[in-house]
């Protein structure tokens, strides 16, 4: 039931930011409710903060995301920290290094945090077991295992418009067993004390066991979203769409695309949420993405928030919090 | 008459950068008046002033250009904001993201300004058109279309040679259809009042109704400089020097190519201008690239200056300039 | 004896930092003592100094080095320079352009520094014999020639375990015929006083003349280290690996490879050193490596000191230093 116990210090603070599984419901909170406060930085003129000043960050990218890498970029670079961008596929690897050398190395120029985006399930955790005491890594998405800072952006957006976890329905639809993103939503929609959540999804996309994650199994769409107040859809890979494991794109959008007749079938004040980048036609409807349900750019600008909340909080910066 | 309406607010302040077309001549004249005090600042050993500080500025290269994005880039950290270099053929559009999906996405990041350079034209007005109130959008170069920071950096250039434009003969050499720098410059020396614009170069590398610009048609490099005041050298693109347009890189040289002899008979005191980087021995000699009537790298010095006008004015933070 | 004039100034001050040969002894001691108060920058929560606020550097790599990049990046940086990262392979010269067109550009631009990594010997002197007076160019790393702010970093961390030079044994071992490492090593002992130092590896890796260099000469690890204070292991090079001049790495190892056994043929409380990334296995074995004689991260923090060092004197900026 304890977190797992690299991610906190002595005294339960944040060290590193892993996982969201088995972290206690006070720091999701306490997460979210810093977030809230670098919400306001974004409106300024002057959007930074001198909370990591001459820090160092390294964004340590072994799996190439503009996307993410930029919004961890700018979230370290609005709280005044140095940012290094690393491509690790492309420079130390190439000459042979090993990953703990490679890690040792930037260490050893007095790095404070590493932000991590990993093929592999596991890889900063392993990370993390490595650095010295001052250093904190943060996880950019690991293989299929974690990606939790989407997650809090996820239920910083969801707060925002719902603010009773305990009184929600969410759906999460689409290709659940490769997604990194709905493993971690489930843990913090659980944590967070969200009664009814449902995986939707065909029967090839939706790992085995997932009930005993205690969330509700759904194969048909509008069965699975009936009344719910948030319905996250989920990227569909294109690797996944030349595979065995589906139809074509078109037809997948057929049986799970959201579009607006479907969206009926949820609350009417119903919000509708995907990590992006969005493939129209696919997993949604331009009409449902575009419409005034989406809170789909929301939860780009929260994800800046929700990163330097994180950020600040590992090195033990947040007290002073703008 | 009206300048493109996109680009000015509903006080005639410059918002977006786009093209020099149609723009107000106090405009312009108000551009390089602010980058003449720009200049000052690269001289100085701390070259850096706060007029964009916490500003987000990405640059969205869609075609490579590292001489103008490290412009850019330049302009906004003496300006001290904070920059982000995309280069979008490497990410988003990989993914199959639609342009308007990444620019959202970008916008939603609370980014002040992007700065577009783009294979077709007309792309960084349909960014602008998108974009919400307070971001601004500069063109970096769109297709054949605009380059108008280069346009206004070549004009300063002019102006600090040869104030009083009124009285200027200026000749533009070189490949005239492909260039979107020589449309921009037309423009720019249009409204700026120089009476005698000349285009020179073969009938294959001249747009067919270029003379409705209001400007003089040359095929013969002697007669087209004769007299000037100002030569603008065009660089020659590879492309075109193995395509059926033109006859070898040698011959062009023979043909249009700038030697001193030729440049005796420009004005005594005529400047040699160049947008770099040159083709030595194609479009220009060296004796006349390095010589003391060449003004090719104060170009590129007073190219950060106007980037720093154009980039605080476009924000609204001009008032208060260095 | 005098050093290559165009390294100081009339007054003997550093100005470019291309190679060690020939400096002044107390101009070495000089760099040390400020790097010694750098090393103090690095163990504070804000890594920063205000020296070279507003002073633009640019990082100029012909060829790739994502470690040394980043330390010169992250030095530059701490010393509150703004920092241009310019990979020329991919840009200007793929238009076509000269290296001095490009050189003179990026002056143009009124860049402060040039930090020069080229696969040619002498290109940074090529390029120090051309900028303006108040720009400077580091080496780091040339060809064959000369890696001088690896050496200083070599230098640095000896004295601070051997604080007296003139009573030293020194060890260089491997591949000396192609390291600039070595070579540049070799100059700053000689200069600093060392009385022993030697250069061990098999004859095909050993240049012929080496002795002239003062070194004594050794084909037999066992000999070469035997009473040693400081072991260098230089990074064998796959491509030399893959060649007639050497056996196998599994081979080399053997012969060459530093092991526990071995390294108590040197002093007891000898170090032992490499510049990196380490070949695990070639050159050197994971028990020294890691072990408690082994100081090859220290190596890696003091390169950001000593990199701020020579950066600070060469810009005039060292008076007020940290």
Known sequence: MAATPIQLDEHGRLRHFLTIENLPRELLVEILDHAERFTVVGDRAVKKVPLLRGRTVVNL????????RTTFELAAKRLSADVMNLNIEASATRKG?????????????DTDMFVVRHQDSGAPEFIARQVAPGVSVINAGDGRHAHPTQA????????????????LRV???GDITHSRVARSEIHALKILGVPDIRVVGPKTLLPTAIESLGVGVFHDLDEGIAGVDVVIMLRLQQERMQSALLPSGHEYFHTYGLTPARLKRAAR????????PINRGVEID?????GHQSVILQQVTHGIAVRMAVMSMVLGSHAQAA
Chains 1, 2, 3 share one sequence.
């Open 269 to 276: 004040d119903a919000i509708v949420m995907h990590p992006g």
């Open 171 to 173: 759906a999460i639809v």
């Open 152 to 167: 809090m952006l996820d239920v910083f957006t969801i707060r925002r418009h719902k603010p009773a976890f305990e009184d």
């Open 286 to 290: 331009s009409a449902v993405a575009d």
């Open 97 to 109: 290094e090993s990953l703990s050398d490679t890690l040792r190395t930037l260490e050893a120029m």
């Open 61 to 68: 990218f072994f799996e190439p995301s503009t996307r993410t």
